[in-house]
């Protein structure tokens, strides 16, 4: 037997080492299919991850318009409210202005009544000096406070 040993030994040894290799290779064939699986997966994950970017800059975009909007928005409102409070001032000035006119009126038709108020009472005491010189000189009354037409 002594013979046999060493080849049963290589042998063996040799099956040992064919079985490795086999152990070796299936995983191999496992690890690939693995790889090919994970980058399908991946290629996969990529389109998605491009399509989310692709929509990602397109919300940028409106995103981006919808500010744009927003400020354009912003400052005609700013200006709208400048406008606004110009007419209130305007307004104002105008009010003041027209209360102005109006106290310049009021004083004015107020003067005019103490003038009127003068001439009447000049005209009365005119009127009395008049009847007092008729009645000293017995002349009669050339006019009263009522008109007459005269006949055509």
């Not at 307004?91 to 009127?116: F, G, S, V, Y």
């Amino acid at each position: 037997m002594a013979p046999s040993v060493p080849r049963t030994r290589a042998a063996t040894a040799l099956r040992m080492k064919q079985i490795a290799l086999d152990n070796q290779s299936r995983t191999i064939r496992r690890f690939r299919v693995q790889l090919a699986t994970e980058r399908r997966g991946l290629a996969t994950i990529k389109k998605e991850h491009e399509s989310t970017q692709v929509a990602l800059e397109a919300s940028h975009k409106t995103i981006a318009g919808i500010t744009d909007i927003g400020l354009f928005m912003s400052k005609k409102i700013e200006r709208m409210k400048a406008k606004k409070q110009y007419i209130r001032e305007s307004h104002l000035e105008c009010h003041q202005k027209m209360q102005a006119r109006i106290q310049e009126a009021e004083d004015t038709i107020q003067d005019q009544h103490l003038i009127i108020e003068a001439q009447v009472e000049e005209k009365a005491s005119l009127l009395q000096t008049i009847q007092g010189l008729q009645e000293e000189n017995g002349a009669p009354a050339p006019f009263d406070d009522e008109w007459e037409e005269e006949p055509e």
